[in-house]
T-cell receptor, first 113, second 111 residues
Framework: DAMVIQNPRYQVTQFGKPVTLSCSQT?????MYWYQQKSSQAPKLLFH???????NEADTPDNFQSRRPNTSFCFLDIRSPGLGDAAMYLC????????????FGPGTRLTVT | AQRVTQPEKLLSVFKGAPVELKCNYS??????LFWYVQYSRQRLQLLLR??SRESIKGFTADLNKGETSFHLKKPFAQEEDSAMYYC?????????????FGAGTRLFVKA
């Protein structure tokens, strides 16, 4: 089945140690999103890609970076994780032309020790 | 500022009872409104969107621009409806299509 895959599902990192979360999709969608969701809160958009065009939210900390080497893959890099970065990270895709619907991955739960 | 408010964090109803999950939004233009659902151990997925005016799994939602609301309703709740429900608003901003989510309402349907 075509889908959005996130690896790993659970990630533990140490305070200040860089970490990379990955997202891949078989839907061939040209838009990809990264959301951060903390406990009992709404998913919060960090940034998104329109093809290769990167769009950062104004309040996304500089500590968060992203890469999209090709249509299928997108990475979230946290350069120096703090305790406040512990959250669920959701990747989503959308077909720019045909649908408003976003297709979500299962998420990666990040723990910072 | 754009905002989506879901006033109830938890809603508990008995099976067969009507259910209404409230959603209010603030947006100056014409928004696209959605309800997403997340069942236990499953990913977030689209339930319905206002533009489709459809009923999915017995749920409907009507956009009320005067009250800026998009409440989700079902006349007879089922146990399998127990899940987390997110109201969401999408629009084009700065050339990009973005979605703002509410904080979600957990629906618990009791047998």
């Amino acid at each position: 089945d075509a889908m959005v895959i996130q690896n790993p599902r659970y990630q533990v990192t140490q305070f200040g140690k860089p970490v990379t979360l990955s997202c891949s999709q078989t839907l061939n969608h040209n838009v990809m999103y990264w959301y951060q969701q903390k406990s009992s809160q709404a998913p919060k958009l960090l940034f998104h890609y329109y093809d290769k065009d990167f769009n950062n939210e104004a309040d996304t900390p500089d500590n968060f970076q992203s890469r999209r080497p090709n249509t299928s893959f997108c990475f979230l890099d946290i350069r120096s994780p703090g305790l406040g970065d512990a959250a669920m990270y959701l990747c989503a895709t959308r077909d720019r032309l045909s649908s408003y619907e976003q297709y979500f991955g299962p998420g990666t739960r990040l723990t910072v020790t | 500022a754009q905002r989506v408010t879901q006033p109830e964090k938890l809603l508990s109803v008995f099976k067969g009872a009507p259910v209404e999950l409230k959603c209010n939004y603030s947006y100056s233009g014409s928004p696209e409104l959605f309800w997403y659902v997340q069942y236990s151990r499953q990913r977030l997925q689209l339930l319905l969107r206002h533009i489709s005016r459809e009923s999915i799994k017995g749920f409907t939602a009507d956009l009320n621009k005067g009250e800026t609301s998009f409440h989700l309703k079902k006349p007879f709740a089922q146990e399998e409806d127990s899940a987390m429900y997110y109201c969401a608003l999408s629009n084009y901003v700065g050339g990009g299509f973005k979605t703002i989510f509410g904080a979600g309402t957990r629906l618990f349907v009791k047998a």
